[in-house]
Nanobody, 116 residues
Framework: VQLQACGGGLVQPGGYPRLSCTASASGNIFSTALMGWYRQAPGKQRELVARITMGGGTYYASPVKGRFTISRDNALSTVYLQLNSMKPEDTAVYYC?????????WGKGTLVTVSS
C-alpha cells in the first residue's frame, strides 16, 4: 500500500489549508482501515493529530480539537484533514497513516509551514 499526501505549503496564521492523502489500496481495504494524520515538528517527536475509524468515528489530539477536521471518502480511498485557524506551532511535516489489521503504512509526508 502506498499513501500519497498533498496539500502542504506556506500558510499564514489563521489560514485554512486542506490536506489529502490517497491510498493505492483497493476500496475494500481502505474502507476497513483506521486512517490517521500525524505530524512531526522540527526537533520534536511525531505525534498523532487525528484519526478516523471505518465507521466514521473520530479522535483529535487536544492541541487541534475544534480547529482540525478529519474525514474520509472510501470511494476515492482518500482521507482529508481540514486545518483551520492555523498557528505557528502547527508548523510540521504532516504524515498520513493507514492501520489495517495492525499493519501500519505511512506516506512520505507533506510540510505545512505557518508563517506571515
Amino acid at each position: 500500500v502506498q499513501l500519497q499526501a498533498c496539500g502542504g505549503g506556506l500558510v499564514q496564521p489563521g489560514g485554512y489549508p486542506r490536506l489529502s492523502c490517497t491510498a493505492s489500496a483497493s476500496g475494500n481495504i481502505f474502507s476497513t482501515a483506521l486512517m490517521g494524520w500525524y505530524r512531526q515538528a522540527p526537533g520534536k517527536q511525531r505525534e498523532l493529530v487525528a484519526r478516523i475509524t471505518m465507521g466514521g468515528g473520530t479522535y483529535y489530539a487536544s492541541p487541534v480539537k475544534g480547529r482540525f477536521t478529519i474525514s474520509r471518502d472510501n470511494a476515492l480511498s482518500t482521507v482529508y484533514l481540514q486545518l483551520n485557524s492555523m498557528k505557528p506551532e502547527d508548523t510540521a511535516v504532516y504524515y498520513c497513516n493507514m492501520d489495517y489489521y495492525a499493519r501500519n503504512y505511512w506516506g512520505k509526508g507533506t510540510l505545512v509551514t505557518v508563517s506571515s
